[in-house]
């Protein structure tokens, strides 16, 4: 969160100018950021952009910090960094510390249990203030993810914040040695801000997650309030007309980044200089007789912006705890959360009083620095202990076995469908059906065991563990093989016999890469050099897509596809296999017609030389299932989903449509993973997804066997 700032001997933080006189505006500014991030959080409608109030944080962070530091400097010739960071100890460790800890104790009643090593994970990252990195590095989507979100991803913001608290001083000390320390601390800033909004605007496009939850990249927004406050005596000559007007022009601006921004808009990309230009209009103007500051400085916005530190800590988990432990289906409804917001401004206010003024006004630790830094050292011992202490017991109980027997197997496995098609003829129907070539496997016929009356609980010889489901993936993104989003350029990998007579590529999407774990071992078996060309959330069709995750069409796709083309010509192997992927959360089709994608899938696979494979796409599931399995031990049907959830619309089209105008293998494996209605989780003892659509390890390499006749049926075709 923004707005955790020092204000020397104010009556309460964050409210006191450069120049050193009580500013009430800018309490009642703090209190429309943190009103905004309550409206955003609670899913209050019209508020798509209220998380942008953590900008407005750090504008005024960075306004008042350096407000605060130049003035020690120019009153004494030097700035006090031991008072410094013990000023910033007592005012930031204590509410954050016991948040924390509450959040640790408490996440085991609210939250399913694999989600407690995660929280326990962020929690420590948290409680070192490096969760922004931590968030960053896991790729964590903060307006939502296949998880529960976690109860303390919010304190990203505290870690950027921290990181530029102890940093900037330093720096400043460094500038102000040479020349006038306001000239010199304003140019240092202009450098900082231009380079750090130009690496925003870049990271943005290239690395969503480290630019909104990286110093780097934000860091141009607490420099700009720093630039306020540098140029305090400078702007304090401008006109009053223009001044107000900037001031109206910045609450306006903050109000529609509110209405506009939305948690698809790139950010923070152009999109931010929205809230952070606004800031900094306000600030310029709240001073000035007949301002905005007079909107600001009404009693409900000041008592908001008094405890908004304490408010912005508490009122997450609040928010998410609750809902948390609601059934996989069902959210909180608007009123609930409604009263939930109401309880954590209760909360917040009681935090405030109990916990963050009396350490942070107490004289005892005020006079002796050292007994501050004591203290935050036993606080971190504290924090760090508890949150460890529940990822460990969260683990060791997803790791004990149950009572429960094996659940009942399909006797025999349903089988898979694999046809073989003749090529089109040129100008033929692309309707046409199968070639005289026999099935290798007919279209299933089995139906499972009649399904119990009563609740089906987890086998206790599960495979993999429920600890272990998550991470039961391949090796590839480990290797550095499975491409992100932002990179086109193929990585050169071989597995299997590296040293075998034959290639095979295998071409795709992270649905390709599911596939390892059955292609790998059979490859190592049959002599085949296996090497592949996939990237995440982009189909193999020749078809432009749109990419929810940049919020544009995904043109590196595009790039990467071409590329793909020229490699594998060069590479002329003895098999090519694609596997595809559906319309999903990430990526989505330009032409939402199946068979039209199959023809462009056709053209493009066309270009590969080489006989042909293609795995229909696996169906998915409704809920994130390891996660789900933890909360429904006792029955694992709580998990299921119906087949038309499972599938979506025309599942196979695509495949088949593509598989007939090229005359390739079409091998279809969705009849052994959803023979009936619902769709089973767990089979044979072995839980099929590690997430909500890709399969675990585990059991992807149970399907190996099935699927080696058929490829190297396809591969002998074409020798």
Request: hydrophobic share 45%.
């Amino acid at each position: 969160m923004g707005g955790t700032t020092e204000t020397g001997g104010a009556p309460a933080p964050g409210r006191q100018a450069p120049g050193g006189e009580f500013r009430p505006d800018l309490e009642g500014l703090r209190g429309v950021a943190i009103l905004l991030v309550l409206l955003f959080h609670a899913g209050v409608p019209g508020t798509t952009g209220g998380f942008v109030g953590v900008d407005v944080f750090f504008v005024l962070s960075g306004f008042l910090i350096t407000g605060l530091l130049l003035r020690e400097r120019e009153a004494t010739g030097r700035v006090d960094l031991r008072e410094f960071y013990a000023r910033r100890a007592r005012r930031i460790l204590p509410a954050a510390s016991v948040v924390l800890v509450a959040i640790a104790l408490a996440s085991p009643f609210f939250m399913a249990p694999l989600d407690l090593p995660r929280v326990a994970d962020d929690a420590l990252a948290s409680a070192l203030f490096a969760g922004n990195l931590w968030f960053a590095a896991g790729a964590t989507d903060y307006f939502g993810v296949d998880l529960a979100p976690s109860p303390v991803i919010h304190y990203w913001s505290l870690g950027v914040e921290e990181q530029f608290y102890l940093l900037w001083p330093a720096l400043l000390i460094l500038v102000t040695r040479f020349g006038r320390p306001r000239a010199a601390v304003g140019l240092t800033l202009i450098g900082v801000v231009a380079a750090s909004y130009l690496g925003a605007l870049w990271l943005t496009e290239v690395s969503p997650p480290w630019a909104f939850y990286g110093l780097p990249t934000r860091a141009w927004e607490l420099g700009l309030g720093g630039l306020l406050a540098a140029g305090a005596g400078a702007h304090a000559r401008f006109p009053d007309r223009i001044v107000q007007a900037l001031g109206w022009l910045g609450l306006a601006a903050i109000v529609a980044a509110l209405l506009l921004i939305t948690p698809s808009t790139p950010y923070p990309g152009i999109a931010a200089l929205l809230p952070a230009l606004g800031t900094a209009g306000v600030v310029l103007a709240g001073a000035r007789r007949r301002s905005v500051g007079t909107v600001l400085a009404n009693p409900i916005l000041r008592f908001l912006g008094r405890i908004s530190y304490s408010l912005y800590l508490v009122h997450w988990p609040i928010l998410v705890l609750p809902a948390a432990a609601l059934p996989l289906d069902e959210e909180l409804p608007l009123l609930a959360r409604g009263g939930l917001a109401l309880v954590a401004i209760g909360m917040g206010w009681l935090s405030f009083r109990a916990v963050e003024q009396p350490i942070h006004r107490g004289r005892r630790l005020a006079a002796r620095p050292r007994l501050t830094f004591a203290a935050a050292g036993l606080a971190l011992l504290l924090t760090v202990t508890v949150s460890g202490g529940l990822g460990l017991a969260a683990t060791r109980s997803l790791e004990a076995d149950t009572a429960a027997p094996p659940l009942p197997s399909f006797e025999p496995l349903p089988p898979i469908v694999i046809e073989t098609f003749a090529p089109e003829p040129s100008g033929g129907d692309s309707s046409a059906g199968p070639s005289a070539a026999p099935s290798l496997s007919p279209t299933p016929t089995a139906t499972p065991a009649p399904t119990p009356s009563g609740p089906v609980p987890l086998p206790s010889n599960v495979r993999p563990s429920l600890a272990k489901a998550p991470s039961d993936t391949d090796t590839l993104e480990a290797d550095i093989c499975l491409l992100g989003q932002p990179q086109v350029t193929p990585v050169e990998c071989v597995y299997g016999d590296r040293k075998g007579p034959a290639t095979v590529a295998v071409v795709g999407a992270s649905h390709a890469a599911h596939w390892f774990p059955a292609l790998e071992p059979m490859a190592k078996a049959n002599g085949w050099r296996l090497i592949p060309f996939i990237k995440q959330s982009c189909r193999f069709v020749d078809m432009p897509l749109y990419s929810y995750w940049y919020g544009r069409m995904y043109t590196e796709c595009d790039t990467w596809r071409e590329t793909v083309v020229r490699r594998v010509k060069d590479l002329k192997p003895d098999l090519v296999i694609i596997a595809f992927i559906g319309d999903q959360e990430s990526s989505t089709a330009s032409d939402p017609d199946p068979v039209r994608q199959g023809e462009a899938a056709a053209r493009l696979i066309d270009r590969l030389p080489g006989p042909k494979a293609i795995f229909v796409d696996t169906p998915s599931s409704k809920y994130n299932v390891p996660y789900c399995l933890s909360r429904h031990r006792e029955d694992v049907r709580e998990c299921e989903t119906r087949r038309a959830k499972a599938f979506g619309k025309d599942p196979g089209i695509v495949e088949r449509t593509a598989a007939e105008l090229l005359g390739a293998t079409l091998i279809d494996v969705t009849p052994l993973m959803c023979p009936g209605d619902p769709c089973p989780v767990v089979l044979n003892d072995v839980i099929i997804y590690r997430d909500s659509h890709h399969m675990t390890a585990t059991f992807a390499a149970s399907l190996g066997p099935l699927i080696e006749p058929a490829l190297l049926t396809a591969l002998e075709s074409g020798r």
